[in-house]
């Protein structure tokens, strides 16, 4: 006769074994990106001097419905957005421009977002100096991105600051990248986490999106390539594990998540693949 504690190690294994032997049970506990997008930059320069709506709906067939892009390409904002809506391409995230004070200049920065019905606004280097940071410069960025995210709200618009890999060198009081979110108003400032310069920083991708969950609204999906230099490189090409990535983004209700890849020799050949890649992960 089975012990209770023997009945149940058998159902156990048993019901292990049926879900790995059954691939449509299996793919029920199984996660995965279920929209992917791009930052238009990896497409190259002058790219509204090319043949960029044969471009975009390149990578549309590719399976990308979203994109990060700064401005509108063509004639107008209302032209381009016609053009996205068509190919089912949606622009979900644009520049704000570089950190100021000036409300002018960000109501313009927010003119451009709102005709292109961008839900986020971001700042791609969220400080008034280069790197390294003191404590008064990280209190100088709070101080502006609270009153910019303010600004923001007021115009339908979600602040995001993106963070590199200074952001992990430490001062005397810690990590800027912990100054920032810890001070920043979570109504009003969010971040979109960049994983290779969180990685290329030194700290754990996975850590640092537990430690501020619900922080983040968009993931720029780049992988680092091997060997000590530590390139850039197209995802599913590098060292980077995305898996525990990925599941932890989408526990936290992260839904965008916009390859890149600095400087690639061949943009629409490394979203291709890293598309394959993407589409093809389970967590």
């Not at 790219?47 to 399976?63: A, C, F, K, N, V």
């Not at 190919?87 to 570089?98: D, H, R, T, W, Y």
């Not at 502006?144 to 979600?158: A, Y």
Request: glycine share 10%; hydrophobic share 35%.
């Amino acid at each position: 006769m089975y012990s209770r504690k023997e009945f149940l190690k058998t159902a156990i294994a048993g019901s292990a074994g049926l879900v790995a032997a059954n691939p449509l049970i299996a793919s029920l506990s199984e996660k995965r990106l279920e929209n992917i997008g791009y930052i238009s930059g990896i497409l190259g320069p002058n790219l509204g001097d090319r043949d960029w709506q044969s471009i975009l709906r390149q990578t549309t067939e590719y399976g990308y419905s979203e994109i990060e892009i700064g401005n509108y390409l063509g004639e107008s904002a209302s032209s381009f957005l016609s053009f996205c809506k068509e190919i089912g391409l949606k622009p979900v995230a644009g520049s704000l421009g570089g950190m100021t004070e000036d409300t002018d200049v960000i109501h313009e920065s927010l003119d451009r977002l709102n005709a292109l019905e961008m839900q986020y606004g971001v700042i791609y280097w969220p400080f008034f100096v280069g790197a390294p940071f003191s404590l008064d410069d990280c209190k100088r960025s709070v101080d502006v991105l609270n009153k910019t995210g303010e600004i923001c709200k007021s115009r339908g618009i979600t602040l995001l600051w993106h963070n590199h890999d200074y952001e992990f060198v430490p001062m005397e009081e810690g990590l800027p990248f912990d100054y920032l979110m810890e001070n920043t108003d979570e109504d009003l400032v969010q971040c979109e986490l960049d994983i290779y310069w969180v990685k290329k920083g030194g700290a754990d991708p996975v850590e640092v999106l537990k430690k501020y969950s619900g922080r983040y609204r968009v993931l720029h999906v780049k992988d680092m390539a091997p060997g000590e230099e530590q390139d850039f490189a197209c995802p599913g090409k590098g060292i980077i594990e995305w898996e525990p990535v990925f599941a932890e983004s989408v526990s936290q209700g992260i839904e965008h998540f916009n390859v890149e890849r600095d400087n690639a020799p061949d943009g629409l050949g490394c979203l291709r693949t890293a598309s394959t890649f993407l589409k093809g992960l389970r967590f």
